[in-house]
């Protein structure tokens, strides 16, 4: 496709008002039409008509994880920084991988790894090694060997970093299908420039990036495929945003100071798990379901796991609408306004988090309904199974009270409490990996 800028400009004042529907898609033509088509179809299959299934096949997971772990001897030996120590890997995704001092050789053990929602979701596992040798970004000429390149190829790919970087995006970065982004072993940041876009693809693994101080970009004609050239209006400067798209992965990134948001998830998303994450410095975390009028979103499946929401956050931790949200095991050291809110009837269940609540005393409780009264949210499921609240915290329940039965959650009391949640959170955010280690 070729677009003179004259044109480019037209239609880029024309087609703004599509941006809520097409997400900085200025021309919708065949290309994007057809991901599109494709993308509804990946939401039909990936949708799990019984998350109770999967929520249930999580809550053993982790409970036959922890019980192979004496508290007081981990708790020695985490404190221990000599190399005798063990490889404390104290969650199930951890312990797929992180103990394995070959993991350079054995990088795509990794797409064995993923839980919850987001199960079964390889990434690149299936393609070639490709490895970034360069910082540098070109959003219209994309060139071999940088991340752009890698991303925007039509065949499956593990992308690797040689050394590392600061990677500074003069667009949004829009990935394709079937790709690995995995930065073990170097320190590579997404910063001073846009963030990632998982638009209308499946099967996308993101792991163990910073991600921070991401800036709005004005957009224009971008290489947004291997053969195709679009058209993108105005980014909103989120860190990574997810339309559109199922089998997504992020797991073991560091992320704050966005301008936006941290992380959307939004229009048709499913099968999505979020893991191992560490987030500070923001206001607006996460987004599940950008919009009231849009109830698709009723099939959106996002698991939380094993994250730890950090210093200086104000809301969202997640927001949602109408889906199936899994919140689980997660360390919340901080909020300003709220933790969890939402709108639009989402089921929320959460099950052996630990929530600390702020100093203000108008701040103490967990969650936030939003644009309608006790008569209306107090038929939604949002239930609180096994949570620790610590300074006056209050998760105040709503729905069917026998809804912690219906998912499974009385194995995960037992199992996996929420005085064991800084333990299973202790790694969060990036990992260093040296080769001959273990991560």
């Not at 224009?220 to 199922?246: Q, V």
């Not at 936006?260 to 998303?269: E, F, K, M, P, R």
Request: aromatic share 10%; hydrophobic share 35%; proline share 5%.
């Amino acid at each position: 496709m070729v677009i003179s800028k004259p044109q480019s400009f037209s239609l880029f004042l024309l087609c703004l008002s599509f941006v809520g529907i097409h997400a900085h898609i200025a021309v919708y033509d065949d290309y994007w039409r057809e991901r599109e088509s494709q993308a509804k179809e990946n939401l039909e299959k990936a949708y799990n008509p019984n998350p109770e299934n999967v929520t249930k096949h999580f809550n053993d997971h982790v409970a036959r994880t922890l019980m192979g772990f004496n508290t007081s001897t981990t708790r020695r030996a985490m404190k221990r920084k000599d190399k005798r120590a063990p490889c404390m890997a104290t969650n199930p995704v951890d312990q797929c991988w992180r103990c394995d001092p070959n993991w350079l050789r054995n990088r795509k053990k990794l797409a064995d790894c993923a839980i919850g929602f987001g199960k079964g979701t390889i990434g690149g596992r299936d393609g070639e090694i490709y490895v970034v040798t360069s910082p540098s970004d070109e959003p219209l000429d994309p060139r071999p060997g940088t991340l752009r390149f890698g991303v925007i190829q039509n065949v499956p790919l593990w992308i690797i970093f040689a050394r590392s970087m600061i990677i500074t995006l003069k667009e949004e970065l829009l990935i394709t299908c079937d790709k690995t982004i995995d930065a073990r072993g170097a320190n590579v940041h997404i910063a001073y420039g846009a963030g990632l876009t998982v638009q209308f693809v499946k099967n996308v693994i993101i792991h163990n990036l910073h991600i921070h101080h991401i800036l709005p970009k004005s957009g224009g004609i971008i290489k947004d495929g291997a053969n195709h050239f679009g058209l993108r209006t105005r980014s909103d400067g989120d860190g990574i945003s997810l339309f559109g798209s199922t089998n997504v992965w992020l797991d073991h990134l560091s992320m704050y100071k966005c301008s936006d948001g941290l992380i959307d998830v939004v229009q048709g998303c499913t099968a999505i798990t979020i893991s191992n994450c560490h987030f500070t410095d923001q206001n607006d975390v996460m987004l599940f379901g950008a919009s009231d009028s849009y109830s698709a979103d009723e099939k959106m499946q996002v698991t939380v796991a094993f994250n730890h929401f950090g210093k200086k956050l104000v809301q969202r931790m997640p927001r949602g609408r109408f889906g199936f949200f899994h919140i689980v095991n997660n360390e919340y050291t901080y909020w300003n306004m709220y933790a969890i809110g939402g709108s639009s009837h989402p089921t929320i269940i959460s099950q052996g988090n630990r929530f600390r609540a702020p100093v203000n005393k108008a701040a103490k409780e967990v969650c936030k309904r939003e644009y309608v009264g006790p008569e209306v949210w107090k038929h939604w499921n949002w239930r609180s199974e096994g949570d620790l609240m610590l300074n006056g915290a209050i998760f105040i329940q709503s729905g069917d009270p026998n809804t912690s039965k219906k998912y499974g959650g009385d194995k995960l009391i037992a199992a996996q409490p929420a005085h064991r949640v800084p333990f299973m959170v202790k790694w969060s955010g990036t990992l260093i990996c040296v080769p001959g280690r273990a991560c």
